[in-house]
Nanobody, 125 residues
Framework: VQLQASGGGSVQAGGSLRVSCAAS????????MGWFRQAPGKEREFVAA????????YYADSVKGRFTISRENAENTVYLQMNSLKPEDTAVYYC???????????????????WGKGTQVTVSS
């Protein structure tokens, strides 16, 4: 299994960015894909997740109403559209997946089985 994250970059506060995560390999075993982020000096935290079939979706309270996670079935790709970005959204964003059929509204990093390399998102004020 490989998860390849792309996108990200630098934007001013209030702007938008989209990050993508392309999955390859034994994706048939996936139940959930998600995004996490880690800011300097902080622990990795949950951002959003989506069941492999594309619905439902789950969000951290800090991003609800601003971020949207979605899955493109034909491409085995999960997107995270980030709008109304704030400086506190600055972090390295990681995509992850799990083969566990356990579903919850909030995922912890230890619940995920596969990880992609991170992509930097920087929001300036």
């Amino acid at each position: 299994v490989q998860l390849q994250a792309s996108g990200g970059g630098s934007v001013q506060a209030g702007g938008s960015l989209r990050v993508s995560c392309a999955a390859s390999g034994s994706t048939f075993s996936f139940h959930v894909m998600g995004w996490f982020r880690q800011a300097p000096g902080k622990e990795r935290e949950f951002v959003a997740a989506v069941r492999w079939r594309g619905t439902p979706t789950y969000y951290a309270d800090s991003v609800k109403g601003r971020f949207t996670i979605s899955r493109e079935n034909a491409e085995n790709t999960v997107y995270l559209q980030m709008n109304s970005l704030k400086p506190e959204d600055t972090a390295v964003y990681y995509c992850a997946a799990t083969s566990s059929p356990y579903y919850t509204s909030t995922y912890l990093p230890r619940m995920m089985d596969y990880w992609g390399k991170g992509t930097q998102v920087t929001v300036s004020s």
